[in-house]
């Protein structure tokens, strides 16, 4: 099965920018997409399809994928965005649904 | 709008089978262009995929629990189901159900979760 990692944890300031990475062998092929998810509450889809967003997602958030590494960034972080964040792409080779291990970000 | 809703035992013994179902209101489980699916998250870490089932009925599963699992769907309930069997205290966690979307397949729609603990 496809395995994807995820740094465990990143820390940035208020209005500074996030960049969370997402690894895999040849990622750049696949759609990834990202979920956020806040302590105790389901997950919410923040970017699909690489680099869209759906809508009621602030534009701070944007996405991009090549070669072996996608990136999820957040532009001007708010203490709200303070959440775990997991990326996901299906393999249709194993018809397999991966998610990443997840990124705690910290607003400090 | 869609929404999709975990119900089952919270509880439930180890070498037993833990049953859930998933009750969809908004969509229908007889359309093509999604598909359902059930992921899991143990105490404190990540999501886990446990499976899929299609409008044809098909199904995929994470390799690690196909052994175990069975996800089916009832399109004249429109409502799909998970069972896991002889569970061990490893299967705690909360189980989310998911609609997935046929074209890219990333998750449209979560339910909140249903905490299933595994104890005697």
């Known amino acids: 099965s496809y395995v994807l990692t995820q740094p465990p944890s990143l820390s940035v300031a208020p209005g500074e920018t996030a960049r969370i990475a997402c690894g895999g062998n040849?990622?750049?092929?696949?759609?990834v997409h990202w979920y956020q998810q806040r302590p105790g509450q389901a997950p919410v889809r923040v970017m699909y399809?690489?680099?869209e967003r759906p809508s009621g997602i602030p534009e701070r958030f944007s996405g991009s994928n090549a070669g072996n590494t996608a990136t999820l960034t957040i532009s001007r972080v708010e203490a709200g965005d303070e959440a775990d964040y997991y990326c996901?792409?299906?393999?249709?080779?194993?018809?397999?649904?991966?998610f990443g291990g997840g990124t705690k970000l910290t607003v400090l | 709008q869609v929404q999709v809703q975990e119900s089952g035992p919270g509880l439930v013994k180890p070498a037993e089978t833990l049953s859930l179902t998933c009750t969809v209101s908004?969509?229908?489980?007889?359309?093509?262009?999604?598909?359902w699916g059930w992921i899991r998250q143990a105490p404190g870490k990540g999501l886990e995929w446990i499976g899929s089932?299609?409008?044809?009925?098909?199904?995929h599963y994470n390799p690690s629990l196909q052994s175990r699992a069975t996800i089916n769907r009832d399109t004249s309930n429109n409502e799909f189901s998970l069972k896991l069997t002889s569970v061990t205290v490893a299967d705690t966690g909360v189980y989310h159900c998911?609609?997935?979307?046929?074209?890219?397949?990333?998750?449209?729609?979560w339910g909140q979760g249903s905490l299933v603990t595994i104890s005697s």
């Open positions: 998911a609609r997935i979307a046929s074209v890219g397949n990333y998750l449209l729609s």
């Open positions: 908004g969509a229908s489980t007889a359309r093509s262009d999604y598909y």
């Open positions: 089932v299609y409008s044809t009925g098909s199904t």
């Open positions: 040849n990622i750049g092929t696949r759609s």
């Open positions: 399809l690489d680099n």
């Open positions: 996901q792409v299906w393999d249709s080779r194993s018809d397999y649904l991966a």
